[in-house]
């Protein structure tokens, strides 16, 4: 195989030699493994490798892109001459030129940090781990349907440039969860509880991560509440106070922060797939978008978070930056090119699925700052509510104005306390207002980072990794059950 640093020097001479001003080049290697059990048996092992470059290039000022899965001296020009005629194509059709806000040179390494090695711990002990948690849901009668699955990745990937930036980085990401499903006459009456949440938990953490989530102490629990919820009232509708736990808050900050703020969106790029965004430029430091106590940032250095790395994939150095302080809208989620468009520098937040994808505006995490409540003083503080947990469905408009949430159990609050389960508790509202009804947020001990494994956006399409850092937040009058 060609040493990468050859590689990426054929690649920016041939990019300048066919008429680049700007040209990068990404080659990737990424290791992926999956071990499943479902109903006490193990699923087939998912493993798969990936190895290939991108190259990207400004000519006659657009963009083009061209991608190789066959790292030689020949595929390299071949892929460098396609990406220039790409943009050269583009340029007849483009409004205006492609303008970068500015970017000093860069040579770095960067590796997550990880005490245990997920590839270096053997298959056998994985699928134990797995089928004994399967026997922990299966002893609860009335548990019908039981799965488990650790998911790994390792990630090498060389970024160079033709400003002279060369970034060597590694990114492992670790990732568990446990479901168990009730059903009562069929398919008529069926619950299902997740454990940490429904996509499982992920971080850019080692084998350590599946040994710091307490599956075996949650594994009996949520089977049992699975069976609980096929009992369970319905949830009521109305106007009422609303509590949601940390791994729903993710889901809504995501929603309705994140997608809403990404720039790419803002100005247009993505509507003809899922839309744009209420939140457009003249918003900027005019917007209360949210209640005073809400603050929100972008991220990408918190340690274990699935959008923690040391580079973008523009070379920009990882780095955190408000988007609300104080309930104002103050940032957004950018490029060197969508940065350029509001006068600021990028934050670093241009990703790619792979080797084989064009780079895009992607959150990284984006995390809400924990309060100064305890959930109890939150919960001792409503006559009348809901606390609602783990999502379970959700469905957003266009421009990300208007929501409803579906959750997969909920208790109702009565005089200060938990009351009844409540099965399939749902909630909606529209986003402005929903952020400024939020009154309490839980302090650092109950924050958690949550992963999102199964971030979509693009055309062609790109599922990504990203984070909300979040913990339990209160909100007053808001609709339910509708």
Request: glycine letters at 10%.
């Amino acid at each position: 195989m060609m040493d990468f640093k050859k590689a990426c020097q054929i690649a920016l001479d041939c990019s300048k030699s066919f008429g680049a001003s700007y040209a990068d080049i990404r080659i990737e290697q990424t290791e992926n493994e999956t071990v499943s059990v479902k109903n006490g048996t193990p699923e087939p092992i998912n493993c798969s490798t990936s190895l290939g470059f991108g190259i990207r290039v400004t000519a006659n000022g657009s963009w083009g892109f061209a991608s190789n899965p066959d790292l030689t001296a020949k595929n390299i020009k071949n892929t460098a001459k396609l990406a220039i005629e790409m943009a050269k194509a583009a340029s007849l059709l483009a409004k205006e030129d492609v303008v970068l806000s500015p970017l000093e040179k860069i040579v770095d390494t960067y590796l997550t940090p990880i005490r245990k090695n997920p590839f270096e711990v053997s298959l056998k002990e994985k699928i134990e781990y797995l089928l004994f948690l399967d026997q922990l849901m299966q002893k609860v009668q009335g548990a019908n349907i039981t799965n488990s699955f650790m998911d790994f990745s390792r990630t090498n990937k060389i970024f160079s440039s033709s400003i002279g930036s060369f970034l060597e980085q590694t990114i492992y990401q670790s990732g568990a969860g446990i479901e168990a499903t009730a059903m009562q006459g069929g398919h008529k009456n069926m619950q299902t509880r997740t454990y940490p949440q429904n996509s499982g938990q992920y971080q850019t953490k080692g084998y350590e991560l599946i040994e710091e989530l307490g599956l075996q102490e949650n594994a009996s629990k949520i089977a049992q509440e699975a069976v609980a919820l096929l009992s369970a009232k319905d949830c009521p509708q109305g106007i009422t106070d609303l509590i949601l736990d940390g791994s729903q808050l993710s889901l809504q900050i995501h929603e309705s922060i994140g997608h809403p703020l990404e720039l790419d969106r803002v100005f247009g790029s993505e509507r003809n797939f899922s839309g744009t965004s209420f939140a457009t430029p003249d918003k900027l430091n005019n917007l209360k978008y949210a209640s005073e106590i809400v603050n929100v940032i972008n991220d990408s250095t918190y340690p274990g978070g699935l959008g923690t790395f040391g580079y973008d994939d523009e070379g920009v150095k990882a780095n955190k930056s408000y988007l609300i302080r104080g309930g104002l809208l103050v940032g957004y989620l950018g490029s060197r090119e969508y940065a350029a468009k509001i006068a600021k520098e990028s934050n670093g937040c241009m990703r790619a699925q792979g080797w084989q994808n064009l780079p895009i505006v992607r959150m990284t995490n984006t995390n809400l700052l924990p309060g100064n409540k305890t959930l109890e003083q939150m919960i001792a503080e409503i006559d009348d509510g809901i606390f609602m947990s783990t999502p379970a469905s959700w469905s957003i408009d266009d421009t990300r104005d208007n929501f409803k949430m579906g959750c997969e159990i909920g208790w109702e609050i009565k005089s200060g306390k938990l009351g009844e389960m409540i099965k399939n508790p749902s909630y909606s509202g529209n986003t402005i207002r929903f952020w400024n009804s939020c009154d309490a947020i839980a302090n650092e001990n109950y924050w958690k980072i949550w992963g999102t494994p199964n971030c979509g956006k693009g055309q062609p399409g790109q599922i990504m990794t990203v984070s909300q850092g979040a913990s339990p937040v209160r909100f007053r009058k808001v609709s339910v059950g509708e």
